[in-house]
Nanobody, 115 residues
Framework: QVQLVESGGGLVQPGGSLRLSCAAS????????MGWYRQAPGKQRELVAI???????TYADSVKGRSTVSRDNTRNMVYLQMNSLKHEDTAVYYC?????????WGQGTQVTVSS
């Protein structure tokens, strides 16, 4: 019913930047709060950022000050701009939408920070 597709990941050097995108499609009643999560090998999936429909945002301490989450409701898109990337940012990044009591997840996009 609902599909989320992430894109924009890739290989970047420390200190570099990436802009991740999440495209939502299907039977979407309205865009609720959406979240960006990430999971590194051998670690738990963790919250990176949340954005509500009005645009209020919340960030994990690890990315606060160097990441910006935004949305474009006309395109059903959510973005995560990441600057000053560190090795610790290496992970698969996922976006999530909660609708009708169910959490919809994208397939993830790989971010690798390496020299």
């Amino acid at each position: 019913q609902v599909q989320l597709v992430e894109s924009g990941g890739g290989l970047v050097q420390p200190g570099g930047s990436l802009r991740l995108s999440c495209a939502a499609s299907g039977n979407i009643f309205r865009l609720n709060a959406m979240g960006w999560y990430r999971q590194a090998p051998g670690k738990q999936r963790e919250l990176v950022a949340i954005i509500t429909t009005p645009g209020s945002t919340t960030y994990a301490d690890s990315v606060k000050g160097r990441s910006t989450v935004s949305r474009d409701n006309t395109r059903n898109m959510v973005y995560l701009q990441m600057n000053s990337l560190k090795h610790e940012d290496t992970a698969v990044y996922y976006c999530k939408l909660r609708q009708s009591g169910y959490d919809y997840w994208g397939q993830g996009t790989q971010v690798t920070v390496s020299s």
